[in-house]
């Protein structure tokens, strides 16, 4: 037979424990149930005047899901009121604290349109292009949103030039421009590494005009000398003579860009051996 003893072979020190624990776990179901509750009677609810102050409450515990649903009814309610633009303001911010940047970028865009007289009208602004900053993706994927967050901070630096928070929206701006740029170089160097010499100098090329102040330009203009020499080799003997040129054009291009680099040497030799393939199809002609 079974006995209380046998149930807790040690002492009643664990069965206690786990009572306990149970009732706290029962409690703390019933609590929430409870809240959840009353939560949903809220929702349905008709008085506004609570509802306004328990969104409120709700935002500044930092329970965003709650405040947002709350916000999203009394936005209609109190359009037209002071009270809207206190509500449109903390709604934005919800959805940005929710990490849902795309509807926190649209509704502080909104904001700032609403109430371009408003002392939060700057921030909204702000943190409309902030937002798309954060949404924009890693390098290896498209870059459209990164170029439309671009454009929002340039936009911002525009329309509030004097604002503390244009070093902080160039700051975004180079930020992205270097993603931008990462992925243009990711591009060309994968033609490159996969023998389409044409497409790469193409890339590389486009990589120095559209971003001549990057920090990959002493990297694109090596490959750029490398992929002509390579280029040139495998062409069609009409070919030869103008890529092999180019090849020899592109190192003292570089040369003179950098003339410290550490790739000069090897392009030097590239260079001599270009000079080489010149003068034997000088010869032949």
Do not use: W
Not at 26 to 48: A, H, P, R
Not at 69 to 89: K, P, S
Not at 112 to 131: D, I, L, T, V
Request: aromatic letters at 14%; charged letters at 25%; glycine letters at 2%.
């Amino acid at each position: 037979m079974l006995t209380g003893r046998s149930l807790c072979p040690e002492n009643n020190y664990f069965c206690a424990m786990n009572r306990k624990s149970i009732i706290l776990l029962i409690s703390g179901l019933f609590i929430v149930l409870s809240s959840c509750s009353k939560y949903q009677k809220l929702l349905k609810s008709t008085d506004n005047e609570e509802k306004y102050e328990r969104a409120i409450a709700y935002y500044e515990d930092k329970d965003y899901y709650r405040a947002i649903q709350l916000f999203d009814q009394l936005q209609a309610i109190y359009r037209g009121t002071e009270r809207a633009e206190r509500i449109a303001f903390y709604y934005a911010y919800a959805h940005y604290e929710q990490r849902d940047y795309i509807l926190a970028s649209y509704y502080f865009k909104q904001f700032a349109r609403s109430y371009p007289n408003s002392k939060n009208a700057e921030e909204a602004a702000f943190m409309s292009a902030y937002c798309s900053y954060l949404d924009s993706p890693p390098s290896s994927l498209d870059q459209v949103v990164t170029l439309d967050a671009i454009k929002d901070l340039q936009l911002f630096i525009n329309q509030y030039p004097s604002s503390e928070r244009v070093g902080r929206a160039n700051e975004l701006i180079d930020e992205l421009r270097l993603k931008l740029e990462t992925k243009a170089l990711n591009i060309a160097t994968l033609y490159y590494k996969m023998e389409d010499y044409k497409a790469a100098i193409i890339n590389f090329e486009n990589l120095v005009k559209d971003y001549p102040d990057t920090r990959y330009r002493e990297m694109a203009m090596y490959h750029i000398a490398k992929a002509y020499f390579s280029y040139a080799q495998k062409s069609i003997e009409s070919k030869k003579e103008e890529r092999f040129q180019h090849t020899y054009d592109a190192v003292d291009n570089f040369a003179s860009n950098f003339p410290e680099s550490s790739y000069l040497k090897e392009l030097r030799n590239i260079q001599k051996n270009a000079l080489k393939e010149l003068n034997n199809l000088s010869d032949l002609q």
